[in-house]
Nanobody, 115 residues
Framework: QVQLVESGGGLVQPGGSLRLSCAAS????????MAWYRQAPGKQRELVAT???????DYSDSVKGRFTISRDNAKNTVYLQMNILKPEETAVYYC?????????WGKGTLVTVSS
C-alpha cells in the first residue's frame, strides 16, 4: 500500500519560513520523481517544485529563489523549505510521486501565511 504523508504545515507570519516533509512508503522511492503542489482556496492546484531521482530540481517562477526542494532517499522523504512566505501562498500543500506510469498523492498539509 502506497502512502505519502505530509507534515510541517501551520501558521506563519508573512516573511517567515516553514519546512514541509513528505514521508513515502510502499514505493521504490529513489526511482520516483517527487513534487510539491499547492491549492489555494478557490483556485486550481498548481505545481510548486519537482525533484527527480537524480536530484535535479525545477521550480515555478513564483517560488524560485525562495523555496528549495530536496530529498533523502535513505529516509524515503522529500522536503520543501519555504522562505519569505507571502499571504497569497496560503494553501494546502500536496506531495506527489510520479513514476512507472503511476501517480500518487498525499492528503496535504495546510500552510497559512498571516499576521
Amino acid at each position: 500500500q502506497v502512502q505519502l504523508v505530509e507534515s510541517g504545515g501551520g501558521l506563519v507570519q508573512p516573511g517567515g519560513s516553514l519546512r514541509l516533509s513528505c514521508a513515502a512508503s510502499g514505493i521504490a522511492f529513489r526511482v520516483y520523481n517527487m513534487a510539491w503542489y499547492r491549492q489555494a482556496p478557490g483556485k486550481q492546484r498548481e505545481l510548486v517544485a519537482t525533484i527527480n531521482g537524480g536530484g535535479n530540481t525545477d521550480y515555478s517562477d513564483s517560488v524560485k529563489g525562495r523555496f528549495t526542494i530536496s530529498r533523502d532517499n535513505a529516509k524515503n522523504t522529500v522536503y520543501l523549505q519555504m522562505n519569505i512566505l507571502k499571504p497569497e501562498e496560503t494553501a494546502v500543500y500536496y506531495c506527489n510521486a510520479h513514476g512507472g506510469g503511476s501517480d500518487y498523492w498525499g492528503k496535504g498539509t495546510l500552510v497559512t501565511v498571516s499576521s
